[in-house]
């Protein structure tokens, strides 16, 4: 059985760090004194959808299909909660549906294995 | 049923690491633990505070607007010199305020004095004395614990009755009922027709426990009450459904009426709402939370690198294991999902000894300071979630690096 070689292009790379800043940037509103307003159960949801996005960025790192899945259902869960309790920032829009036009050129040359 | 015997396996493992390695398990949760007690900790003390200016704040009075010659709130442009020479608020003003106004439900004169009463051969010293007029249990909320509040006829004539805190009734009486029974003010025989309950300590002095409130037509007899020394004010109260904007946009304009104030002329009184003190309390607190968060979340990301460590060094010690479980058929997913619970389950145990450590905090804090601290429900869940998500964050780059691993290789580097 042989094992197929995936390498990452550098636009990924740029796109993971952006991410990971994003998330690292991001840990902080989970126990911000405003989420913590909008209910006792935000935190956790926002910590949740957190540490899922790490997780996917950590998938596109290593191109994983997964990574691309779990990044766009991320993305539709906090506009969902966003738009529940919250403003939705159109910056963010417009940055993560760029970011997921990107991602569909290369999703077909991605790995499909976890 | 295999994601459960998996979950269970997972979290057995995690306390096996704990037990085997006793010390360096603990080492690497004292990160967490120490980060979870600093966050949980500064939100549980900011809560508490926050939680007892409330409270003390709606003491003031729900939609009672204060007429005062001061105002309560002020910008770096403060023409103190101005409000020095304002009138007071005189029982007169409060009389047409209640005559005049559409939307006010009670309007009542207040004063306060500090005196020493007596009662036979005990006394209290510098206990308060609050003069008021007819309507002040339509203006503040309270319990009457013995006897009743002032009739209205009581307040009017200026009867010699007083009603007495809960405080004062403990330092004279010990708690019994003091009804009927006569304290000496001002040389005179002031009969206790009642006596307030308990109502704790307020941030703003206004607590009734140690007050003895009179009418003011009694007070006025012997004591000037239209003076600075009374800090004299007018609490107003609107009517049901009336807004407090309304009410303070009517108030200003009666004011300025009574005080025969001319068109464009600055007011001479201030309209002081309790609204005005929870908004500033309220970023006061958010500067103090925010603080709080900045200190934790650098606790908490020491604490994250802790974990990521010791989950790196725990798959190389478990690299053979790993190698065997995966030519026995484990799927990736499932080394992920063993490792990933490993890491959350050391975490969470961190974030619960915090948790531990906070509570205990607080409960000795709470009896030390007679300040009241709580562990509210929504800070513990704080703590778990955190715990939670930085067991996820760290551990899960050493938990996909086992996953990956090729069974053969990982079976060879045997330890």
Redesign the interface.
């Known amino acids: 059985m042989g094992y197929t070689h995936y390498t990452r292009p550098k636009s990924i790379t740029v796109v993971c760090v952006l991410g990971f800043l994003l998330v690292i940037f991001g840990m902080p509103t989970v126990f911000s004194p405003d989420t913590r307003k909008l209910g006792d159960f935000f935190p956790a949801l926002y910590g949740a959808l957190i540490s899922l996005r790490f997780i996917a960025y950590i998938g596109l790192w290593h191109y994983k299909r997964w990574g691309v899945e779990m990044l766009l259902t991320t993305f539709v869960a906090q506009i969902s909660v966003d738009l529940i309790f919250t403003e939705i920032s159109p910056v963010s829009i417009v940055y993560h549906l760029g970011i997921f036009i990107f991602l569909f050129f290369h999703y077909r040359k991605m790995d499909s294995n976890l | 049923m295999i994601f459960l015997t998996l979950l269970r396996e997972s979290v057995v493992f995690a306390l096996n690491a704990l037990r085997v390695n006793r010390l360096r398990t603990l080492l690497s949760l004292l990160g967490i633990t120490i980060g979870i007690f600093a ?1 949980i900790a500064v ?1 549980t003390a900011v809560d508490s505070m926050e939680r007892k200016v409330r409270a003390s704040l709606e003491s003031l009075g729900e939609n009672v607007i204060f007429v005062q010659k001061w105002p309560w709130t002020f910008g770096p442009d403060y023409p103190w010199w101005k409000y020095m020479n304002r009138p007071l608020p005189r029982i007169r003003e409060t009389k047409e305020i209640e005559e005049r106004s559409e939307s006010v439900d009670a309007a009542v004169f207040n004063g306060y004095i500090r005196k020493t009463i007596f009662y036979n051969s005990s006394f209290v010293e510098n206990a308060q004395i609050l003069s008021t007029t007819k309507g002040y249990e339509k203006v503040k909320d309270f319990d009457v614990q013995f006897g009743r509040f002032f009739i209205d006829e009581e307040v009017e004539t200026g009867k010699p009755v007083c009603i007495i805190g809960n405080g004062i009734g403990g330092a004279l009486f010990n708690g019994e009922d003091p009804t009927g029974r006569e304290l000496k003010l001002y040389g005179q025989r002031v009969t206790i027709i009642g006596q307030f309950a308990r109502e704790g300590e307020s941030m703003f002095g206004n607590s009734l426990d140690n007050m003895v409130v009179l009418p003011a037509d009694f007070t006025q007899k012997y004591v000037d009450l239209e003076t600075d020394q009374v800090t004299p004010m007018i609490m107003v109260k609107g009517k049901n459904g009336v807004t407090a904007e309304k009410l303070t946009d009517e108030l200003e304009g009666l004011m300025r009426s009574v005080r025969k104030l001319k068109p464009g002329s600055d007011d001479n009184f201030s309209l002081n709402e309790v609204s005005l003190l929870t908004s500033q309390t309220e970023s006061i ?2 500067v103090f ?2 603080a709080g ?2 200190i ?2 650098f606790s908490i990301l020491v604490g994250g690198f802790g974990i990521a460590n010791i989950m790196f060094v725990s798959v190389k010690e478990r690299t053979n294991q790993i190698g065997i479980q995966k030519a026995l058929g484990a ?3 499932f080394i ?1 999902i063993q490792f990933l619970v490993e890491s959350v389950v050391l975490c969470i145990i961190g974030g619960i000894i915090g948790l531990i450590m906070v509570y205990i905090g607080t409960t000795i804090a709470s009896s030390m300071l007679d300040f009241e601290f709580v562990l509210t ?2 800070n513990v ?2 703590g ?3 715990s ?2 930085i067991g ?2 760290s551990g ?2 050493p938990s ?1 690096s086992a ?1 990956q691993l090729d069974p053969v290789e990982a079976i060879r580097s045997g330890i």
Do not use: E, K
């Open positions: 966050i939100f607190f958010r939370g925010t968060w900045i934790g979340a799927r990736n997913w992920l429900s929504s869940i704080l778990l979630t955190i939670a998500m996820i964050i899960f780059i996909y996953s």
